[in-house]
């Protein structure tokens, strides 16, 4: 025990060293520079895409010939190939009053299209973040308001340097969560069955209080994160009583470099513990309460020409679980008996992890490759679902405020429990690789 | 016979007084060597000012080298934010000052922003207060200082 106080001491100590402004996702998003901020910064970015598959069609089951949702591109599943502005963020961000560093702002509206101007009934323009922050107990900064959680890497870092067009599948599945009112176990043909979701994507965000700062010692930076949320994603205000709890770690050895691209070496590992309610469970109506636990550890690497990164994540709870049969939610069955619902398993387990790897041919070109895999709902032989992805990619950089992103993923996806010649399997079978290409411009 | 020695004593120290007033040298302890002597102006509410008026002081002494110039950096009115406590500039104003650039602040604008803030804002430990900044502008380009205002 003393031994344990000991190391404790010394890490306290080591902490305390000094404070610095670091560049990392918690100070970059929810801190300005201090007495050299300005009171209010415009800034954003648009993402126009294209984004393509072969377009199979479901090889077997009550949807059979029907569009496959997995090779429609989302987040309107009406097409497989398709441009469309995928994002379009402009914001504004600052101290508000210049003489007092101990309070900066940041506001962010989305007007692209996707999950979170898509789904739940969304809207054309919707606030992605609105929050302020305090900086006046030492080592203990606050942000109240919407914005990112202390979490996933994929999910924490700016999107707009993120490295592909898309998301991992464990990150677009499990950890962008969709907030669903039922399990999607309700059958017919009425427009509920469907179970669209009732609130706009999670899109790793939510509205709450988190305490966070960063310290330096020596080339090290540490940095910590807890926050306490609604658990409701971007929707304003909550839909039950019961909050979600985060919490954060990220140690890091600085290279040099400075912001979003800055060089080192961080190790981070997260936690998130929350409720959710459904109100139609296994065929029965009424609210039932569920845990949602997410967490993981991984690393990230980007020194000279190099970049690397890895993570590995698990779900407890509150799985998603695509859509019957494999179709577009909504569908109706070739029979004419029944509508596709979105699925949840309440109940179920996952996990996931990726290796990223990037080089930097030269100034202006990085060539990407990074291998994902999903185990999905791992709590029953038949029910699991793995997903594995190889994404190609190449980043063209046109100045540091502009790229281009082009990506090819070979996408594969299998039931374990099933024989290879089980509906299951023969839908997952028609899964195409997907072509994309994204610009980026950012103002 | 003394009165007639004094007359060309007086009239070659009054010489000597006007000719040192119409050009003026600085005179600095801190740059004896110093061949060029700048002061560089920020009153800008800019940042990205801040960020331009470290850089040109650090390019002038790349050029000329730390014992050949001697620069003073007046920071008044919006500008002064560079001097504070906190600004996230402090490792290079730490670097220049070790290299002998001079920071001046404006006790005007402190008193400003006193009021404003309700307490006196903390300063730089390496800034000099000056009764006005530009009152210290003026003295320095009397004295022969260049005047850049970035």
């Given at each position: ?5 000991g ?5 306290t ?5 000094g404070s610095?402004h670091a560049?990392?996702?918690?100070m ?5 520079s201090s ?19 072969s377009?199979?069609?479901?090889a ?7 569009d ?15 441009f469309?502005i ?16 101990g309070?900066?702002y940041f506001?962010?509206?989305e007007a ?7 789904l ?13 922050t ?12 919407l ?9 924490l ?7 592909y067009?898309?998301f ?5 599945q ?7 009112a ?18 706009a ?10 305490v ?5 010692n ?16 971007i929707?304003w205000s ?5 909050k979600d709890?985060y919490l954060?770690w990220?140690?890091?050895l600085?290279?040099?470099g ?6 080192g ?12 309610t459904?109100e ?7 609210k039932q309460?569920?845990?949602?636990k997410?967490?993981?550890f ?31 939610a909504?569908?109706?069955?070739n029979?004419g008996?029944?509508r596709?619902s979105?699925?949840?398993?309440p ?12 080089y ?6 990085e ?11 791992t709590?029953t032989d038949k ?11 190449a980043q063209?950089?046109?100045n540091?405020k ?9 996408r594969?996806?299998?039931a374990?429990?099933w ?11 028609g ?13 | ?19 040192a ?10 740059k004896?060597?110093?061949?060029k ?7 800008d ?9 470290l850089?040109?002081?650090?390019n ?34 730490d670097?220049?000052?070790s290299?002998?650039?001079r ?7 402190i008193k400003a922003?006193t009021?404003?803030?309700g ?12 009764s ?19």
């Open positions: 025990m003393k031994k344990f106080i190391y404790a001491a010394v890490l100590a080591s902490m305390m060293t610095a560049a990392n996702w918690l970059l998003q929810g801190t300005e007495s050299s901020a300005p009171r209010a910064k415009v800034w954003g970015f648009i993402q126009p895409e294209f984004q393509s598959t377009g199979t069609e479901l077997a089951g009550p949807w059979k010939g029907q496959a949702a997995f090779n429609m591109i989302g987040p309107d599943l009406d097409s497989s190939d398709t469309q995928r994002r379009a963020r402009i914001g504004v961000r600052g101290t508000g009053f210049g003489l007092d560093s309070v900066n506001l962010l509206v692209g299209n996707n999950g979170i101007t898509k739940g009934g969304g809207g054309a323009v919707k606030a992605t973040d609105a929050s302020v305090f900086n006046y107990i030492p080592h203990a900064r606050f942000r109240v308001g914005f990112k959680t202390p979490g996933s890497e994929e999910g870092m700016a999107i707009h340097v993120f490295n067009v898309n991992t599948s464990m990150a677009r499990q950890l962008l969560e969709r907030f669903l039922e399990d999607g176990s309700r059958t017919g043909t009425d427009k509920e069955v469907t179970n669209a979701p009732v609130s994507i999670g899109a790793f965000r939510d509205i709450g209080v988190q966070f700062d960063t310290f330096k020596g080339n090290w930076e540490h940095s910590y994160a807890a926050m306490v949320g609604n658990g409701n994603g929707d909550d839909n039950d009583s019961n709890y954060y990220a140690s890091e600085v290279f040099g400075k912001k979003a691209r800055r060089q070496w961080k190790m981070f590992a997260w936690y998130n513990d929350g409720t959710r459904l139609y469970v296994n065929g029965v109506a009424g309460e569920f845990d949602r997410r967490w993981g991984g690393t990230t690497y980007l020194k000279g020409k190099w970049r690397a990164a890895a993570e590995f994540t698990w779900a407890d709870g509150m799985i998603f679980n695509g859509s019957d049969g494999g179709a577009v909504g569908s109706l069955n029979a008996t029944s596709a979105l699925n949840m398993l109940e179920d387990k996952a996990d996931g992890w990726y290796v990223d790897l990037g930097k041919v030269m100034p202006q070109l060539l990407d490759v990074r291998y994902d895999i999903l185990h999905r709902g709590e029910g699991q679902r793995d997903f594995e992805t190889w994404t190609l990619g063209w950089f046109f540091k502009a790229r281009l992103i082009a990506n090819y993923e070979i594969s996806a299998e374990p429990g024989s290879s010649s089980a509906p299951p399997n023969k839908i997952l079978d899964m195409d690789d997907r072509f994309s290409v994204q610009i980026l411009a950012i103002f | 016979m003394k009165i007639k020695m004094a007359w060309p004593c007086l009239l070659f120290l009054a010489a000597l007084f006007l000719s007033g119409a050009v003026a040298e600085p005179d600095n302890e801190d004896p060597f110093a061949e002597h700048v002061v560089l102006q920020i009153s509410p800019n940042p990205f000012k801040q960020t331009l008026v850089n040109v002081a650090n002038l002494i790349k050029h000329y080298g730390q014992d050949k110039i001697d620069i003073e950096i007046v920071a008044f009115g919006p500008g002064l934010r560079l001097l504070l406590a906190d600004n996230s500039n402090l490792s290079r104003i670097g220049l000052s290299q002998g650039v920071f001046s602040a404006c006790s005007n604008t922003f009021k404003k803030l307490k006196e804002p903390k300063l730089n430990p390496h800034s000099t207060r000056v006005a900044g530009v009152v210290r502008i003026m003295d320095l380009v009397d004295q022969g200082y260049t005047l850049i205002k970035p």
